[in-house]
C-alpha cells in the first residue's frame, strides 16, 4: 500500500541550528515526493518537490530535501533554522503530476530563541 | 502558481445541517481536489472533481455525504452534509502545479456544534 511515514511528531530546535525532518515512503513505482509547510491557521505552502534527476533539491526558504531511493527517504533539511520555521511540515508523495497526494502525518517543528 | 481562494473561510455550523464550501481558482484547471484535515491530523483526500463528470471519491467518502459540484473549469463546491461533530475539520481544495504536485486553497475551519 501507498504510504508516506514521517517517524517525529514534534521536534524543537534551537535558533540558528541545524534541521533535518525525516521522511519514508511506500510507493510500487516511481514517486513524486514533495514537502509542505504549514503555517497555524494557514493554507500548505510548497517548500519543493522531486520528481527525477538530483537526487539534492533545493527549495524555497533555504530548505533542500534528498532523495534516496535505495532507503526510500526524502529528508528535508535546513543549515540554520529561523523563528520564523515553526510551522508544522507535511512530506507527501504521489504517481505523477495530477496532483493528489497521499501525506504523512506531518512533523511540528518548534523553535527556541 | 495557482491562485485558489475558498469561502467561507471558518464556520460554526449546528448538527443536522449542511454547509457548501466554494473554491475558485485564477486560472482553467482539469482536476480539482478536495480534502479533509481533522484536528491535528494530516490531509486526507476525499474526491477528484473533473469539470464535466461525476466526483471520484476516495475510499471511505460517498457522494451522500460530500456531494461536489464542477459547472466549469475554475470553480467547484464540496458540501458536508447533515453534519456531526466528527466533521468539524479544515476542508481543503487544491488544484495540480503544471509541473506536479498540488498548489492549495487557505482552507475552510469548520466546527460543528
Known amino acids: 500500500a501507498q504510504s508516506v511515514t514521517q517517524p517525529d511528531i514534534h521536534i524543537t530546535v534551537s535558533e540558528g541550528a541545524s534541521l533535518e525532518l525525516r521522511c519514508n515512503y511506500s510507493?510500487?513505482?516511481?514517486?513524486?515526493l514533495f514537502w509542505y509547510v504549514q503555517s497555524p491557521g494557514q493554507g500548505l505552502q510548497l517548500l519543493l518537490k522531486?520528481?527525477?534527476?538530483?537526487?539534492l533539491v533545493q527549495g524555497i526558504k533555504g530548505f533542500e530535501a534528498e532523495f534516496k531511493r535505495s532507503q526510500s527517504s526524502f529528508n528535508l533539511r535546513k543549515p540554520s533554522v529561523h523563528w520564523s520555521d515553526a510551522a508544522e511540515y507535511f512530506c507527501a508523495v504521489s504517481g505523477g503530476s495530477q496532483g493528489n497526494l497521499i501525506f504523512g502525518k506531518g512533523t511540528k517543528l518548534s523553535v527556541k530563541p | 502558481s495557482a491562485v485558489i481562494s475558498q469561502k467561507p473561510s471558518r464556520d460554526i455550523c449546528q448538527r443536522g445541517t449542511s454547509l457548501t464550501i466554494q473554491c475558485q481558482v485564477d486560472s482553467q484547471v482539469t482536476m480539482m481536489f478536495w480534502y479533509r484535515q481533522q484536528p491535528g491530523q494530516s490531509l486526507t483526500l476525499i474526491a477528484t472533481?473533473?469539470?464535466?463528470?461525476?466526483?471520484?471519491?476516495e475510499s471511505g467518502f460517498v457522494i451522500d455525504k460530500f456531494p461536489i459540484s464542477r459547472p466549469n473549469l475554475t470553480f467547484s463546491t464540496l458540501t458536508v452534509s447533515n453534519m456531526s461533530p466528527e466533521d468539524s475539520s479544515i476542508y481543503l481544495c487544491?488544484?495540480?502545479?503544471?509541473?506536479?504536485?498540488?498548489?492549495f486553497g487557505q482552507g475552510t475551519r469548520l466546527t460543528v456544534v
Open positions: 487544491s488544484v495540480a502545479g503544471a509541473l506536479g504536485g498540488a498548489f
Open positions: 472533481a473533473n469539470q464535466g463528470s461525476e466526483a471520484t471519491y
Open positions: 510507493y510500487g513505482a516511481t514517486p513524486y
Open positions: 522531486y520528481f527525477s534527476g538530483d537526487t
